[in-house]
């Protein structure tokens, strides 16, 4: 299973960026998908998560601002990010939660991370 993530880059305070991040390999079902991100110098946080079922949640840091979705034919999840500040600058990972054979457990798989870099 690979996690293919993509779109981060370089914007101004108050801009808009949108993450994406792709599943693939064998996959038999994936539960959560989700995003963390981790400034220089300090720990990877949850930034947003959804299921299965499309439930969605959010790092307090970021509601109102980001939002998670998912299409599940694609095994993609995306990360809309509006109203973008410095403090937001951070490299961004994404996970999913993913049984690969059936009557297996799932295990959570990582992306590689992307950049991305908020200027004021």
């Known amino acids: 299973v690979q996690l293919q993530a993509s779109g981060g880059g370089l914007v101004q305070a108050g801009g808009s960026l949108r993450l994406s991040c792709a599943a693939s390999g064998t996959i038999f079902s994936i539960n959560a998908m989700g995003w963390y991100r981790q400034a220089p110098g300090k720990q990877r946080v949850l930034v947003a998560r959804t299921t299965s079922g499309g439930s969605t949640s959010y790092a307090d840091s970021v509601k109102g601002r980001f939002t998670i979705s998912r299409d599940n034919a694609k095994n993609t999840v995306y990360l809309q990010m509006n109203s973008l500040r410095p403090e937001d600058t951070a490299v961004y990972y994404c996970?999913?939660?993913?049984?690969?054979?059936?009557?297996?457990?799932?295990?959570?798989?990582w992306g590689q991370g992307t950049q991305v870099t908020v200027s004021s």
């Open positions: 996970y999913a939660n993913i049984v690969k054979y059936a009557l297996t457990y799932p295990n959570n798989y």
